[in-house]
């Protein structure tokens, strides 16, 4: 080891001194945007791309690269910076154009968007998730592809790198997360905070009193105090010292470890420095020219680089190349020691399912009695053994959603470790009682892109993630959330548990699979469908009741993947197929209730056809002539599902009606709620006929 302190160049501190300029004039010109940030945390994003992190500017998804999350994203211009000056892509004029219509540097950092934005940032704590999660792939890639390699010592292992502020330190998620992550021991994950004391309302103190550090020390952390602000006395960028730090945070293999970073937002802008006023808006022709005399650049121009971008893109490109000789060379001998390793690893970087998916798949006769939950639960175990590449869990209430694949160990560090198959790559996740920061860690997995993951709760409690999921569907991300309890069916732990709106709201998200499977049958085949599908996540929605099984496993196979499908035609007195006069469309536990009205209409004389509805997404993907084909025009559509109105009177048209529950539920059985908000199959029946009579 060198005994030689370590230390920047003095073309190093240059190029921190352009990126501070570079904030302030993109800022500047986009006429809004966070400068304070991206200015006074130019030489730790400086530090960590050009010497700390592992990466390669000419190939952005290199699968040895240490993983970048700016949780703080509002500070984008940080690692837009950093990622001109590296080389990743982006270009001056790439930063001129901060903000502004379809240039490569929104607001805020976006995934699929930029090279070198692993996530997408924005809603505050949501990166620090997402970094829990790509250090927990991370762990778990190891022992999916390596498990004979040392922790430390495979091809697999990296780190992640997160820079927070006290934006993200308030959030609840960044708590639940951390928690997670210290009782993970996940020494493998590096967070920044810059404890700067500001956020936009002025000095933090007014609402933020605790000690973060006595926090992530109680949660398990490393915590590593840099202080450039030398307790007031005054200020100097030691990046020694922040060097120094992240050593010691590598080093620790047990142990996430929170850097805690004393900074003045905006430092060294001549009067905003220290104020709220630096951190959301441009800080003024004057002041910007201020800040780059004290730089010592010309405060007379816009965007300057003083030279140095072919030394830091030259830097940055001869790290990348000397990283790359090792990783390259150590990767190849992975794969000839690890055929059958290599052979997955081509799979899944290929995103294919592996051979015999299908055949895995349990069935069930028609006739039988299951809750979704439950055969959601059989396909988990069944096809787990086919798909080493699926993981997941609950955020407590895994024997409630049924989320366990059989047999499989637990996720957890070898000091929590229970039973056989527990330990740090195991593939049974808990999550505690986080609902947040499950969606968070979830996505941060499917960022990884070589697994599947997916957690479940009660389909209720999908308001406590739906920030996360929300983001799993704008990044286009495979995230399945597993929602189970899903209707006034809950019964007797009443309204709090019962979901009414749930799947009006979040058939609202954009991009979201909503998948509610009306039966067993259609439970394993909307598994299939959902894994098969790459680029939106999915929320499988089911019921904690038995259901009938009304489909038949190929009629499941066929008619799910396709949205909806005429699971019951509707027939003549002869008993032949004819002409719907009227269909009904339901989705989950009210299929059955649909079949049970049909027999209702079909004995008066009605032919009446049912359609099973499990995903709306899906059916508005399939072409028009097939659409037309299950929902004719001329029939009297009538819809049932246990939920909002909202959504269906699209679909059933002006001539249609809509059964649905449009307030909240009760604490009682739920075939008795059933019952009195009337689903059931007569008066499902009667709404149909006043249909009916109204034309
Ligand atoms: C969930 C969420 N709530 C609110 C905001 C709006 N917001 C953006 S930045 C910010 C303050 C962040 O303060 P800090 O992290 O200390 O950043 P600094 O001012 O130090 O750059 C707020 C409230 C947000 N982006 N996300
Ligand atoms: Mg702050």
């Not at 990622?83 to 930063?95: M, S």
Request: net charge negative; aromatic share 8%; charged share 20%.
């Amino acid at each position: 080891m060198s005994t030689e302190p370590f230390a920047l160049t003095d073309d190093d501190l240059t190029a921190i001194n352009v990126s501070k300029a570079l904030a302030a004039d993109a800022v500047e010109k986009a006429g809004s945007g966070h400068p304070g940030t991206p200015i006074s945390l130019a030489g730790v994003a400086y530090l960590l791309y050009q010497y700390e992190m592992k990466g390669d500017p000419a190939d952005d998804r290199w699968l040895g690269r240490d993983r970048f999350v700016l949780s703080a994203g509002h500070a984008s211009m940080l690692q837009y910076a950093q990622l001109a000056l590296a080389g990743y892509g982006l270009e001056i004029e790439d930063l001129a154009a901060l903000r502004t219509a379809g240039s490569l540097t929104p607001g805020h950092p976006e995934y699929g968007h930029t090279k070198g934005v692993e996530t997408t940032t924005g809603p505050l704590g949501a990166g620090f998730s997402n970094a829990v999660g790509l250090a927990m792939a991370a762990r778990f890639e190891h022992g999916l592809l390596d498990p004979a390699a040392p922790a430390g010592e495979s091809v697999f292992d990296h780190y992640v790198y997160t820079v927070l502020g006290d934006g993200c330190m308030q959030e609840g998620v960044t708590s639940e997360a951390a928690s997670l992550a210290g009782t993970q021991e996940l020494g493998n994950l590096i967070a920044i905070y810059d404890d700067n004391d500001i956020s936009i309302e002025g000095n933090t103190d007014i609402a933020f009193g605790e000690d973060p550090s006595a926090r992530f020390e109680a949660y398990g952390w490393q915590v590593l105090d840099v202080d450039w602000t030398n307790g007031g006395t005054g200020y100097a960028e030691d990046y020694t010292a922040l060097h120094e730090a992240l050593v010691a945070a590598r080093a620790e293999t047990t142990r996430p470890s929170l850097i805690r970073l004393r900074t003045v937002i905006a430092w060294p802008s001549p009067t905003k420095q220290g104020t709220e006023g630096s951190h959301g808006a441009k800080l003024g022709a004057e002041e910007v020219a201020g800040l780059k005399e004290v730089l010592g650049l010309d405060p007379e121009a816009s965007f300057q680089t003083a030279g140095i971008l072919g030394y830091t893109r030259e830097h940055a490109a001869a790290r990348a190349r000397a990283a790359r000789e090792d990783w390259d060379a150590r990767f190849e001998e992975w794969k000839a020691a690890n055929p059958q390793g290599a052979a997955l690893l081509a799979r899944l970087q290929a995103q294919e399912l592996p051979e015999g998916l299908d055949e895995a798949l349990p069935t069930w006769e028609v006739g039988a009695s299951v809750a979704t939950r439950a055969a959601s639960g059989k396909v988990l175990s069944a096809i787990g053994a086919v798909m080493p590449e699926l993981w997941g869990g609950s955020a407590d209430l895994a024997g409630s959603n049924n989320t366990s694949i059989a047999g499989a160990g637990s996720f957890l560090p070898a000091s929590l470790a229970q039973k056989e198959g527990d330990g740090p790559y195991g593939r049974v996740l808990h999550f505690g009682i986080r609902e947040h920061a499950m969606g968070g860690i979830l996505n941060g997995i499917a960022l990884d892109r070589l697994t599947r993951a997916y957690g479940g709760t009660f389909m209720v409690f999908s308001d406590y993630m739906r920030p996360a999921v929300r983001l799993a569907a704008l990044m286009g991300l495979d995230t399945t959330f597993v929602w189970t309890h899903d209707s006034i069916g809950v019964g007797e732990d009443g309204p709090t548990h019962q979901p009414v709106e749930h799947l009006a709201a979040l058939r609202a998200i954009p991009g979201l699979d909503v998948v509610r499977p009306g039966d067993a049958n259609e439970a394993a085949a909307a598994w299939r469908t959902i894994l098969s599908r790459r680029s939106r996540p999915a929320g499988i929605v089911l019921s904690r009741q038995n259901l009938p099984v009304t489909a038949s496993a190929q009629a499941a196979a066929a008619g799910v993947a396709k949205g909806a499908y005429t699971l019951l035609e509707a027939t003549d007195c002869h008993d032949e197929v004819t002409t719907p006069v009227v269909v009904l469309i339901a989705t989950g536990s009210e299929v059955g209730v649909a079949a049970a009205a049909r027999e209702v209409l079909q004995e008066a004389g009605t032919p009446t056809r049912v359609v099973s509805a499990p995903c709306l997404e899906w059916f508005a993907e399939q072409d028009e002539a097939y659409r037309a084909e299950v929902l004719p025009a001329d029939a009297v559509k009538v819809s049932v599902e246990a939920g909002i109105a909202m959504g269906w009177r699209e679909i059933v048209g002006a001539s249609g009606a809509v059964v649905s529950l449009d307030h909240f539920g009760a604490s009682a059985a739920g075939t008795l709620l059933f019952e009195e908000y009337g689903f059931t199959g007569e008066n499902v029946a009667a709404v149909a006929k006043e249909a009916l009579a109204q034309l």
